[in-house]
């Protein structure tokens, strides 16, 4: 096994946003060590455009004690369609324009489908079939977009404020892959407030394995369910390590031991009239809390959300009632749940047990949907070096469909670049 590092070396941690200087203690686990031996899929595979693999290599720099990363960001999510994913395709609410013919999709139950294939899709800009219409074709990432680096020893967040997760990529999946956070960077009515959650506003913009291309970044903002396939992960204990965050720490699986799932402690409000969690009037999204971390600091009043019966429309054309749970003010972190430990998840949705270092889980329910803040957030737990937002950053309303922000997979590399050459 490769040492990247002395037990109890201290490292310096430096925010840009602060420009605080943090002295850690790295000492009980040896990142490096999980980054080479047990985390990135370097493999032969190839997919719909025939390039090398996912992850195509690795590079560590013991001196600065980074790792590089390359990948061309495209996943082999081959696979045979199961009944269900026929039954989802088939139930889409607007499958008579969305399917070029017989309103449904080409394949059926047992076909072997690959990635990017046709599957009767009647998408624009893209002449594949694979995706819905609306969100852009995934493009290979070359260049410098095709490089994340992480820091082989990652530190807490220093600052009281601390970094909010940012739009475009936060973290890169074992498989070359992207992750986003939560928010698909719209606000309810463009005002700032009520952001909204990607996997309620695009739920039927994502392709059948949960993903889905911004600027030709594919990328996912949830649990990858053809990434679980390919891990072989069903529960049969801890999950493996899905992806690394920009901050250093892995994200893990949705599973905390055999048949048990880590759990969220972030909860959606209740909006009935006589609930603590609501405005007081049934169904009014009147108010927020001033600090969602904390509820003991109250609730303000703000520009009024949507009703909660009320039917919002989403950039696709599809509608939806916008239920507790879709917007990002419409859940509060319970500190009594994430006290109790075991599958219990801290306010950045990780914890730190049985050796393995503090780690996220990505979150799901029992049925597998996803639930928030789904993966990393809705701040970091380490300390981001670049990109530190000390709010929710600024969102806008775009007039195409999907998160737009260029891609951004260089993270530290802006920083570190030159020590590379
Ligand atoms: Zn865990
Ligand atoms: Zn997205």
Same mark, same amino acid.
């Given at each position: 096994?490769?040492?990247?590092?002395?037990?109890?070396?201290?490292?310096?941690?430096?925010?840009?946003?602060?420009? #605080?200087?943090?002295?850690?203690?790295?000492?009980?686990?040896?990142?490096? &060590?999980?980054?080479?031996?047990?985390?990135?899929?370097?493999? @032969?595979?190839?997919?719909?455009?025939?390039?090398?693999? +996912?992850?195509?290599?690795?590079?560590?720099?013991?001196? +600065?004690?980074?790792?590089?990363?390359?990948?061309? @960001?495209?996943?082999?999510? +081959?696979?045979?369609?199961?009944?269900? /994913?026929?039954?989802?395709?088939?139930?889409r609410p607007k499958?008579?324009s969305d399917?070029?013919?017989?309103?449904? *999709?080409?394949?059926?139950?047992?076909?072997?489908?690959?990635? @990017?294939?046709?599957?009767?899709?009647?998408?624009?800009? &893209?002449?594949?079939?694979?995706?819905p219409p609306g969100?852009?074709?995934?493009?290979?990432?070359?260049?410098?977009?095709?490089?994340?680096?992480?820091? #082989?020893?990652?530190?807490?967040?220093?600052?009281?404020?601390? &970094?909010?997760?940012?739009?475009? $990529?936060?973290? #890169?999946?074992?498989?070359? !892959?992207?992750?986003?956070?939560?928010?698909? *960077?719209?606000?309810?009515?463009?005002?700032?407030?009520?952001?909204?959650?990607?996997?309620s506003f695009e739920y039927y913009d994502?392709?059948? &394995?949960?993903?889905?291309?911004?600027?030709?970044?594919?990328?996912?903002? *949830?649990?990858?369910?053809?990434?679980?396939?390919?891990?072989?992960?069903?529960?049969?204990?801890?999950?493996?390590?899905?992806?690394?965050?920009?901050?250093?720490?892995?994200?893990?699986?949705?599973?905390?031991? $055999?048949?048990?799932?880590?759990?969220?402690?972030?909860?959606?409000?209740?909006?009935?009239?006589?609930?603590?969690?609501?405005?007081?009037?049934?169904?009014?999204?009147?108010?927020?809390?001033?600090?969602?971390? /904390?509820?003991?600091?109250?609730?303000?009043?703000?520009?009024?959300?949507?009703?909660?019966?009320?039917t919002v429309t989403s950039l696709s054309g599809n509608i939806f009632?916008? !239920?507790?749970?879709?917007?990002?003010?419409?859940?509060?972190?319970?500190?009594?749940? @994430?006290?109790?430990?075991?599958?219990?998840?801290?306010?950045?949705?990780?914890?730190?047990?049985?050796?393995?270092?503090?780690?996220?889980?990505?979150?799901?329910?029992?049925?597998?949907?996803?639930?928030?803040?789904?993966?990393?957030?809705?701040?970091?737990?380490?300390?981001?070096?670049? /990109?530190?937002?000390?709010?929710?950053?600024?969102?806008?309303?775009? /007039?195409?469909v999907?998160?737009?922000?260029?891609?951004?997979?260089?993270?530290?590399?802006?920083?570190?670049?030159?020590?590379?050459?």
């Amino acid at each position: 096994m490769i040492r990247t590092s002395p037990a109890n070396m201290l490292v310096v941690c430096m925010c840009i946003n602060l420009l #605080l200087l943090q002295v850690v203690d790295s000492s009980n686990i040896d990142y490096g &060590c999980t980054h080479l031996n047990d985390s990135w899929v370097v493999t @032969g595979y190839s997919n719909i455009y025939d390039t090398e693999a +996912n992850i195509y290599r690795l590079s560590v720099d013991y001196t +600065n004690n980074l790792i590089k990363v390359y990948s061309h @960001g495209i996943p082999d999510y +081959n696979r045979y369609f199961t009944a269900s /994913d026929i039954t989802f395709l088939n139930s889409r609410p607007k499958k008579s324009s969305d399917f070029r013919s017989s309103s449904s *999709t080409t394949k059926n139950a047992g076909d072997y489908v690959e990635f @990017g294939e046709d599957i009767g899709f009647t998408t624009t800009g &893209c002449s594949m079939g694979y995706w819905p219409p609306g969100p852009v074709c995934a493009d290979a990432q070359t260049g410098t977009s095709a490089i994340t680096s992480f820091t #082989l020893l990652p530190a807490e967040e220093a600052s009281t404020s601390g &970094c909010y997760v940012g739009n475009s $990529a936060q973290g #890169l999946l074992v498989n070359g !892959v992207a992750l986003f956070g939560w928010s698909d *960077t719209n606000s309810y009515n463009s005002a700032g407030i009520w952001h909204q959650t990607a996997i309620s506003f695009e739920y039927y913009d994502f392709d059948i &394995c949960n993903g889905h291309a911004a600027m030709g970044l594919y990328h996912h903002h *949830t649990y990858p369910p053809c990434l679980a396939e390919k891990l072989n992960d069903v529960g049969q204990g801890h999950s493996p390590i899905y992806g690394w965050i920009k901050d250093g720490f892995p994200i893990y699986g949705p599973y905390q031991s $055999a048949n048990t799932l880590a759990e969220s402690c972030w909860k959606k409000r209740d909006y009935s009239a006589s609930s603590s969690t609501g405005c007081g009037v049934s169904n009014k999204r009147t108010c927020v809390y001033n600090d969602p971390f /904390d509820t003991t600091q109250g609730t303000k009043t703000v520009t009024s959300g949507p009703d909660t019966t009320a039917t919002v429309t989403s950039l696709s054309g599809n509608i939806f009632t916008a !239920v507790s749970g879709f917007y990002y003010e419409d859940y509060y972190y319970d500190s009594a749940c @994430g006290s109790s430990g075991g599958q219990y998840l801290n306010e950045y949705n990780g914890h730190d047990h049985d050796n393995l270092g503090f780690h996220y889980h990505f979150t799901i329910d029992t049925n597998s949907n996803p639930t928030f803040p789904y993966s990393m957030g809705v701040k970091f737990y380490g300390c981001i070096t670049e /990109d530190c937002f000390t709010s929710i950053p600024n969102h806008r309303r775009l /007039d195409s469909v999907e998160d737009n922000s260029a891609p951004q997979l260089g993270f530290i590399q802006f920083l570190y670049f030159n020590l590379f050459n």
